[in-house]
């Protein structure tokens, strides 16, 4: 892997008469020698195929629309905001930063929703306590968002991941295999938060997945399946960095913490393809990359918004 500097230095050292990479996701594709894209890797058999539904909000253009994605403070205090712009074509999504005093008004191109009301009185980034106020009184904290219909799609999303998973519990039950769906999520809170005393408490994820699954788990068509009949906190459990308390948080990816998380979940792969196991549903932060092979997963849900092409090929690989 030569994706760095140093390691470019490293393979020179060697002095090479040659060097071969092997990849499924090259930063530069130079002297490309042989291809296994995943159309021709599907044809050969050699994955599954993929099938993506969308879940997407219409009508909601008028609407000022402002997501927090990210708070920071390490070159002043800044905030990434996503919004919607003004554009030939009419709105579109667009990140911007911004710093105590920004007009959304002046940075959407003077989209009237965000005339009143939407200069940038306040920034936090304390740590666990981020959030920005805006000059009518409103605040939305890291990873919230106000206009759109964000909390309909994502409900809408995690509703059509379990129902897929209990169809393809019903198509392949008598051959033996088990079915696992993945979650991929933005913010640890939004599947386990804590209470005022440090208890652990459902997330808005956690709590909606149990919702819908009691709900689906009362239609007819499902009733047979074995692993409804288990508590519904054993059938979903996530996997996420923690703090030496024992606390769970958000990480890069690509830390220490995330390498533990890993190895835990690797060390745990043949007790999950066990169908004495009754956990089903996984819900990852940024732990689950390349290299977590697990045929069993039948369903991806993205509740995260990932920027990277390469991360979500990974995620996906």
Same mark, same amino acid.
Request: hydrophobic content about 35%; glycine content about 10%.
């Given at each position: 892997v030569d994706s760095t500097d140093k390691a470019q230095e490293a393979i020179k050292a060697l002095n090479p008469l040659c060097t071969v990479r092997y990849s499924a996701t090259h930063r530069n594709p130079y002297n490309l020698v042989y291809r296994l894209d995943p159309v021709r890797a599907f044809e050969l058999k050699l994955v599954k195929q993929i099938v993506v539904a969308s879940a997407t909000a219409e009508g909601t253009a008028n609407d000022a629309f402002v997501r927090v994605e990210q708070i920071d403070y390490t070159k002043g205090i800044k905030a990434k905001l996503r919004i919607h712009v003004q554009t030939a074509d009419g709105p579109k999504e667009k990140s911007v930063t911004v710093k105590q005093g920004a007009d959304l008004f002046v940075l959407s191109n003077e989209r009237a929703c965000y005339k009143n009301g939407f200069e940038v009185a306040e920034i936090s980034a304390e740590p666990g306590n981020? *959030?920005?106020? *805006?000059?009518?009184?409103?605040?939305? /904290?890291?990873?919230?968002?106000?206009?759109?219909?964000?909390?309909?799609?994502?409900?809408?999303?995690?509703?059509?991941?379990?129902? /897929?998973?209990?169809?393809?519990?019903?198509? +392949? @039950? #008598?051959?033996?295999?088990? !079915?696992?769906? =993945? &979650? &991929?999520? #933005?913010? +640890?809170?939004?599947?386990?938060?804590? #209470?005022?005393?440090?208890?652990? +408490?459902?997330?808005? *994820?956690?709590? $909606? *997945?149990?919702?819908?699954? %009691? %709900? =689906?788990?009362?239609?007819? @068509?499902?009733?047979?399946? %074995?692993? =409804?009949?288990?508590?519904?906190?054993?059938?979903?459990?996530?996997?996420?960095?923690?703090?030496?308390?024992? !606390?769970?948080?958000? $990480?890069?990816?690509?830390?220490?913490?995330d390498d533990e998380v890993y190895n835990l979940i690797m060390k745990e792969k043949e007790r999950l393809l066990s169908l004495d196991e009754p956990l089903r549903f996984i819900f990852s932060h940024s732990a689950l990359r390349e290299g977590w092979d697990n045929p069993n997963v039948f369903q991806i849900c993205t509740l995260n918004e990932t920027k990277s092409a390469v991360k979500k090929r990974q995620e996906i690989g």
């Open positions: 981020e *959030f920005i106020r *805006f000059s009518s009184g409103r605040t939305l /904290r890291l990873g919230e968002e106000t206009g759109g219909m964000g909390e309909d799609v994502w409900r809408a999303q995690i509703k059509h991941t379990i129902k /897929r998973h209990l169809e393809k519990e019903l198509q +392949v @039950r #008598d051959r033996g295999i088990k !079915v696992l769906s =993945l &979650f &991929f999520i #933005d913010r +640890v809170a939004n599947y386990r938060d804590y #209470d005022g005393s440090g208890q652990p +408490v459902h997330g808005k *994820f956690a709590a $909606t *997945f149990e919702t819908e699954l %009691a %709900a =689906l788990a009362k239609d007819e @068509r499902y009733r047979e399946l %074995a692993c =409804l009949k288990e508590p519904m906190e054993r059938l979903h459990n996530g996997y996420f960095a923690q703090d030496k308390k024992g !606390v769970l948080k958000d $990480t890069r990816g690509d830390t220490q913490a």
